[in-house]
């Protein structure tokens, strides 16, 4: 507050309409001081600056880091139709806006139309005259500018606005550097939470599918980016897309960027990249690319060995990285690459503990049991000769019989045990489990769950693969929306769907605070598509709360999708 005292002692002097909009100040610095979430600071500052201002329109305007033009763009005063209206919002590389991050001083216009900095508006905008624009700093740097358009009564803006502004904006800058620093740590927690997360489900067992579509689903989330997506070093070069977190994974997977791109070279050496629009830079050959805006291509590497790539695309026209995500992100793939190694060197001991074990199996059936076989054998044939009977004498033979054919199964199995046997993938019950508990870290207890059929061998993979996919789904919603303090899990995979076809049914009840009426529901839409792919549905309802509280959300398909 040491900053906005001194500038609010520099007012001491001036007119007596000045001084008594002193406590209209005070009451706008103390608005403007509440909250620590920086879009809901800039949110405040633009609104308490248009009153303080008597303007109709306001807005901040975010220098990115590089100081060449904005990040982000804040408004007060434009309806969300009229903003869609506009279209994309000012890039601040031209134009009034653009020469204001050049020279960061106050600006005061009577009608901006005919400053010739001026660039003009974009259709659709509304029409503008007075202008202020006043730099907002943070710890001395510039953050971004303040700007006011428009004051009410058809007047100018005044020296007195420009004070009262000028206070504002200096008390402004210390509220954007709280709600920075409370971002950051928060953001390295969430970050911090995902590597855990990752890390518990990697080394909780599983094929390395199931641990690169982890990875994926955790970037995903954590960069809020459109897609999360592993690539793997090609057999044929290049390298291949395995693993997709995204609204429509099928035409992603598979694809082979060439080795020729300008991309991979650069990603096996260990090297990230940052791209501004994806679908633009020159570097970026897919045709997958087309539709992407910005974007983070992190190599997963550990120990000075490459694994594969990780890639966080945003949708065109999307916010840009900043420098603390990128920093975040790229010691997040370090981790992931880490557990990966780890995941791997863990399955390679399980591997060769079971080898061993065969072995020894092998070993002890044929050094000790087919050995004591065939002496018995031998020791029938020569009670089968010393016997007059003939009746003992068949029985023996037949019985001599057996033990041969005994004797050459069990050298088969010991034959069968001396191969490599195919890693066969893990249940669908363990990957349950495991979902269940990589959720527990970021909800800090663990869901209880219960399974009613026998799930690991009538659900197919495909469905399998689908249940898995939606309760992650559910699980990250509830985390993320829920304020839940418990969770139940039920797989059960002896219903009977609405058609008369067997089915299995994921519900995931919480007693949280539920959906709240107008709230975002692409997670819940997420679900219902997923299920409608394979002939099933999905539907939510009251929760296991006092009174019906929280959220139910149930899962259903076939145990097998329509052909």
């Not at 044929?236 to 693993?243: N, P, S």
């Not at 590497?301 to 995500?325: H, I, K, M, Y």
């Not at 970021?442 to 219960?450: E, Q, S, T, V």
Request: glycine share 10%; hydrophobic share 40%.
């Amino acid at each position: 507050m040491v900053a906005a005292a001194q500038a609010t002692r520099s007012l001491q002097g001036l007119s007596t309409e000045l001084t008594a909009r002193v406590p209209q100040l005070l009451e706008a610095m103390r608005s403007v001081g509440t909250g620590l979430e920086l879009h809901s600071t800039l949110d405040r500052i633009c609104e308490t600056a248009a009153e303080l201002a008597d303007a109709h329109y306001a807005a901040i305007g975010v220098v990115d880091t590089e100081g060449r033009g904005l990040s982000d763009f804040v408004t007060h005063g434009i309806s969300p139709a009229q903003a869609r209206k506009i279209g994309h919002r000012p890039d601040g590389k031209r134009g009034l806006l653009g020469a204001l991050i050049s020279h960061s001083d106050t600006v005061r216009l009577a009608d901006l139309t005919k400053d010739p900095r001026a660039a003009g508006f974009p259709p659709h905008h509304p029409p503008m005259k007075t202008f202020l624009g006043v730099p907002i700093r943070v710890q001395g740097e510039i953050f971004g500018n303040l700007y006011l358009a428009e004051k009410n009564g058809g007047g100018e803006f005044s020296d007195y606005d420009v004070h009262m502004v000028r206070v504002l904006a200096t008390e402004a800058g210390i509220a954007i550097g709280n709600a920075r620093l409370y971002e950051a740590a928060t953001q390295r927690e969430r970050w911090i939470d995902g590597s855990v997360a990752v890390t518990t489900a990697l080394l909780s067992g599983g094929d390395a599918d199931d641990a690169l579509a982890v990875v994926a689903e955790q970037a995903r989330r954590l960069a809020d980016s459109d897609a999360g997506i592993v690539m793997l070093p090609a057999e044929e070069g290049g390298m291949e897309i395995v693993a997709v977190s995204s609204e429509n994974p099928a035409t992603s997977l598979g694809v082979v960027i060439p080795a020729e791109s300008p991309v991979v070279d650069r990603l096996l050496e260990g090297e990230p990249i940052f791209v501004d629009d994806a679908a633009s830079d020159p570097r970026m050959t897919s045709e997958l690319t087309s539709r992407y805006g910005p974007c983070m291509l992190l190599p997963l590497q550990s120990g000075g060995r490459v694994l594969g790539a990780l890639v966080t695309p945003r949708a065109r026209g999307g916010r840009a990285f900043t420098e603390v995500e990128r920093t975040l992100a790229t010691q997040f793939a370090s981790q992931a690459a880490l557990a990966l190694m780890m995941a791997e060197a863990q399955r390679d001991r399980e591997r060769l503990a079971v080898f061993e074990d065969r072995d020894r199996i092998a070993r002890d059936l044929h050094d000790l049991v087919i050995q004591r076989l065939f002496a018995t054998g031998l020791m029938l044939e020569g009670a089968q000769r010393r016997t007059a009977v003939p009746e003992v004498r068949d029985g023996v033979g037949k019985a001599v019989d057996e033990l041969d054919v005994t004797i050459q199964e069990i050298r088969t199995a010991i034959f069968a045990l001396q191969q490599g046997p195919a890693e066969a993938p893990s249940g669908l019950r363990t990957r349950v489990l495991r979902e269940i508990n990589m959720a527990a870290v970021p909800l800090g207890f663990k869901p209880a769950h219960r399974f009613l059929g026998p799930i690991d061998t009538v659900v197919g993979e495909l469905v399998g693969k689908n249940l898995i996919a939606a309760l992650r789904e559910a699980l990250s919603n509830a985390f993320r929306h829920a304020e839940a303090s418990r969770i139940d899990v039920v797989i059960d995979s002896t219903i009977t769907l609405a058609d008369g076809r067997p089915g299995v049914r994921l519900q995931v009840a919480d007693d949280g605070v539920g959906i709240p009426e107008g709230g975002r529901r692409s997670g819940l839409r997420n679900l219902r598509r997923r299920a409608e792919s394979l002939g099933g549905a999905s539907s939510y309802g009251p929760g296991i709360g006092e009174d019906g509280g929280g959220t139910t959300v149930v899962w259903e398909a076939p145990l097998e999708p329509a052909v």
